[in-house]
């Protein structure tokens, strides 16, 4: 008879093996230098896969707060191109790593950059299954 695994089990077995690779690859979360291994901690941190689907709707979705902002509506529908923000009209380079390979390369800034952002349009901190959602859309994006 074949068992199968259970949704905890899974989550469980993606968290291991997400630490395994930083291990094996001598980082540890707070040193995580690359956009794959920065969502290998995030997932890690969730216990389950990031979901390109879920992350690109979080990017796209309107949560109704003050400003009624997206994530898209500072860094675009197409983030493999520049954005603008919508209240200092500055200039934001794109925001997927294969456009932009200085992205997600800095975990400190990084969890700054989720942290701030995250305050502004969703009106709390990201959880790390919301990160590892994002960047997981955001990796499959070429420019």
Same mark, same amino acid.
């Given at each position: 008879m074949k068992r199968h695994l259970h949704c905890g089990s899974r989550r469980s077995l993606v968290a291991v093996l997400a630490? #395994?690779?930083?291990?094996?690859?001598?980082l540890s979360a #707070? =040193?995580? #230098?690359?956009?794959a291994e920065?969502?290998?901690?995030? +997932? #890690? =941190?969730?216990?389950?896969?990031?979901?390109? +689907?879920?992350? =690109?709707?979080?990017?796209? =979705?309107n949560?109704?707060? +003050?400003?009624?902002?997206?994530?898209?509506?500072?860094?675009?529908?197409?983030?493999v191109k520049n954005g603008r923000d919508q209240v200092t009209e500055k200039l934001i380079r794109p925001l997927a790593p294969a456009a932009n390979p200085q992205r997600f390369t800095d975990k400190t800034?990084?969890?700054?950059?989720?942290?701030?952002?995250?305050?502004?349009?969703?009106?709390?901190?990201?959880?790390?299954? +919301?990160k590892a959602d994002v960047m997981s859309w955001l990796l499959t994006l070429k420019p």
């Amino acid at each position: 008879m074949k068992r199968h695994l259970h949704c905890g089990s899974r989550r469980s077995l993606v968290a291991v093996l997400a630490l #395994a690779v930083l291990a094996n690859l001598g980082l540890s979360a #707070a =040193q995580a #230098a690359t956009p794959a291994e920065l969502l290998a901690v995030y +997932e #890690a =941190q969730a216990k389950a896969p990031g979901s390109p +689907e879920r992350g =690109q709707k979080l990017f796209t =979705q309107n949560f109704g707060r +003050e400003l009624g902002f997206s994530c898209s509506s500072c860094h675009g529908a197409e983030p493999v191109k520049n954005g603008r923000d919508q209240v200092t009209e500055k200039l934001i380079r794109p925001l997927a790593p294969a456009a932009n390979p200085q992205r997600f390369t800095d975990k400190t800034k990084v969890d700054t950059w989720f942290r701030l952002n995250c305050t502004d349009v969703v009106g709390r901190d990201c959880k790390p299954g +919301e990160k590892a959602d994002v960047m997981s859309w955001l990796l499959t994006l070429k420019p």
